[in-house]
């Protein structure tokens, strides 16, 4: 980008000398690249010296609009490239790492990305190992667009279905979790024998960015719950509402790609504690105004590629295994006891 004389006069034309209508102006800088540009207000600043003929003078700063005809970009997808997953069997993929050309100015624009995995809903997350196809494609140029209808309840993307679900306990302990589209409920219930854990478990990740809310009402007797975030690199963050007994109140939290929130309750020995339930109402998730100043690069057109997502990470191996009560050989019947060794007098199931 080069400022033209035809800038620069629209530049200084509000500029006035009490005495003299010839002054010069200097400019701090005329020749500009895609990282002098502010991505979020798409313009350059440029320092502007006046001075008048008795060398009186006067700075200021000006704030120019980029149009983007005058960038030059030339972006294309990579057909096929490798990915490591993370410690979770997932990855995100970026622009940067699908798309060739002047990479320089890739922050400016804005591109959608869906991997066609397993779970295409959360976008430009990669779920577990496999050679996928990715799609990235542009959102149109359309200042005047509003922002999605926010979804209310467990409905939608939000829906039973797309929340990974976990609970647990001893032989005695009962454990529910229960989603309706308004109400999603969290409870343990021990049977009053000490030791051991029940805890019941909720989690969801985010595809998009976007803010969070939701009303929690939680009632126990002697046990406790959590509540946290966890951003795609792995970073845990608690969530800043009351977690005492027989708490209640809101949550708003603002939630980035790839976040995951957890909802946990549980009982650590499983003793005294005949309620322990917490319950969500009111769950709200809003999507951002849309970024009117992103630019669009009206000559991109959709593309496609491959990705290679592999696992890396070598399997952990317990240093000692804990065989569960024996089994004489001839108590299952689908072992031949005959083609067992015949040091072989007992025979375990590891599961």
């Known amino acids: 980008i080069r400022l033209t004389d035809d800038d620069l006069a629209g530049v200084i034309a509000g500029t006035t000398d009490n005495c003299d209508a010839g002054f010069t102006a200097a400019f701090s800088q005329l020749d500009f690249d895609c990282s002098d540009i502010d991505p979020e207000t ?45 410690d979770d069997c ?28 397993e779970n295409p809903d959360n976008g430009p997350i990669i779920d577990g190992c ?44 009962a454990t529910s979790i229960s989603f309706t589209a308004t109400t ?9 024998t000490c030791g051991g854990e029940s805890f019941a478990e909720v989690s969801y990740q985010f595809g998009e960015e976007g803010m969070t809310s939701f009303d929690y009402d939680y009632q126990t007797d ?16 608690p969530l800043n ?15 980035e790609t790839g976040d995951m929130l957890v909802l946990r309750v549980s009982e650590d020995d499983g003793c005294l504690s005949d309620l322990n339930q917490l319950t969500i109402t009111n769950f709200l998730f809003t999507f951002p105004e849309p970024d009117v100043a992103a630019f669009n690069a009206a000559l991109f057109e959709t593309c496609w590629g491959f990705i290679n997502a592999e696992d890396k990470t070598s399997p952990e191996l317990a240093d000692s295994l804990e065989a569960p009560s024996p089994l004489y050989c001839d108590d299952l019947d689908e072992i031949n006891v005959n083609t067992l060794a015949s040091n ?8």
């Open 184 to 192: 999603l409920t969290l409870s343990t219930d021990s049977d009053d």
């Open 90 to 117: 997932q990855a995100m993929v970026i622009p940067s790492m699908v798309l060739s050309g002047d990479l320089i100015c890739l922050d400016l624009f804005e591109f959608d990305i869906v991997v066609m995995d």
């Open 42 to 86: 798409t313009q350059i600043t440029v320092d502007v010296l006046a001075e008048d003929a008795c060398e009186n003078d006067t700075m200021c700063t000006v704030n120019l609009d980029v149009a983007p005809a005058l960038l030059n970009y030339d972006f294309a997808c990579i057909a096929e490239l490798n990915v490591t997953l993370n």
């Open 241 to 255: 509402i009351s977690a005492d007994d027989n708490a209640n109140g809101s949550a708003n939290i603002q939630v």
């Open 222 to 237: 002697d046990a406790g719950f959590d509540a946290f975030l966890i951003s795609f690199d792995g970073t845990m963050t």
């Open 344 to 351: 072989v007098s007992r025979c375990w199931i590891q599961s």
């Open 130 to 173: 496999g050679r996928y196809q990715y799609m990235i494609t542009e959102p149109e140029a359309d200042f005047d667009a509003e922002a999605p209808d926010p979804i209310e309840g467990f409905t939608g993307a939000f829906a039973e279905a797309n929340w990974g679900q976990s609970e647990g306990g001893d032989a005695g302990d």
